[in-house]
């Protein structure tokens, strides 16, 4: 069965620090992989997509993930983290064929000042 | 930019009383799907609804559960007779295709509470 695993539950960085959120997946081909963001009281806002091709792909809000077949991972990274990027990030895989979108557990950040 | 709207934000409702949740999708989208968020879990795929029928849907969303798209803009999730359990969080996605990476865009949620 297809699996995302967020290893960490909380992440407390200061700001202006590097960030890098990690994710692993189970899945035997390739899947579509997503990270979005959940800020308080919010919904699930879309911050890149994995679907094929260059295996470091860019998104909004200065984020970077790179896909590793090799490792089963997709890690969100960030060069410097802003206060505003306290939030809750979530990892999620898509299958051709299927139309569920199946969630890690999710990781929250905390930036320190 | 085009964006997914829940209504109401936030419900309260009696246990074993009936609940609409209600989502206008993006409008030249295709596919609609309900999620839900048990308060501290994962976000949970419930349903998916394409072409006026049920696409795929989890063990979840039983008889309990049913969808419509009653006009061409309304997407809603009925519960019939709600349980303790059934309290959290309930995003509505739509996309304009399925089955190949397009990303699915989320509504702001509504958090349901069953008393």
């Known amino acids: 069965a297809q699996s995302v695993t967020q290893p960490d539950i909380h992440i407390t960085v200061s700001e202006g620090a590097s960030l890098e959120l990690r994710c692993n997946y189970s899945?035997?081909?390739?899947?579509?992989l997503f990270w979005y963001v959940q800020s308080p009281g919010q919904g699930l806002q879309l911050l890149l997509k994995?679907?094929?091709?260059?295996?470091l792909v860019q998104g909004i809000k200065g984020f970077e993930a790179e896909f590793k077949r090799s490792q089963s991972s997709f890690n969100l990274r960030k060069p410097s983290v802003h206060w505003s990027d306290a939030a809750e990030y979530f990892c999620?895989?898509?299958?051709?064929?299927?139309?569920?979108?199946?969630f890690g557990t999710g990781t929250r950040l905390k930036v320190l000042a | 930019e085009p964006e997914v709207t829940q209504t109401p934000s936030h419900q309260v409702t009696q246990m074993g009383q009936e609940v609409i949740l209600r989502c206008v999708p993006i409008?030249?989208?295709?596919?609609f799907y309900w999620y839900r968020q048990i308060l501290g879990q994962k976000v949970e795929f419930l349903v998916s609804?394409?072409?006026?029928?049920?696409?795929?849907k989890s063990e979840i969303f039983d008889d309990q559960f049913s969808v419509e798209r009653p006009d061409g803009s309304n997407f809603t999730l009925k519960i019939r007779s709600t349980k303790l359990e059934d309290s959290a969080m309930y995003f509505c996605?739509?996309?304009?295709?399925?089955?190949?990476?397009?990303?699915?865009?989320f509504g702001d949620g509504t958090r349901l509470s069953i008393l």
């Open positions: 996605a739509s996309s304009g295709e399925a089955g190949s990476g397009q990303p699915q865009h």
């Open positions: 899945y035997g081909a390739t899947p579509y």
């Open positions: 994995y679907f094929s091709g260059d295996t």
């Open positions: 999620a895989v898509a299958t051709s064929g299927t139309y569920k979108y199946i």
């Open positions: 409008s030249n989208h295709l596919y």
């Open positions: 609804f394409y072409n006026n029928e049920i696409s795929e």
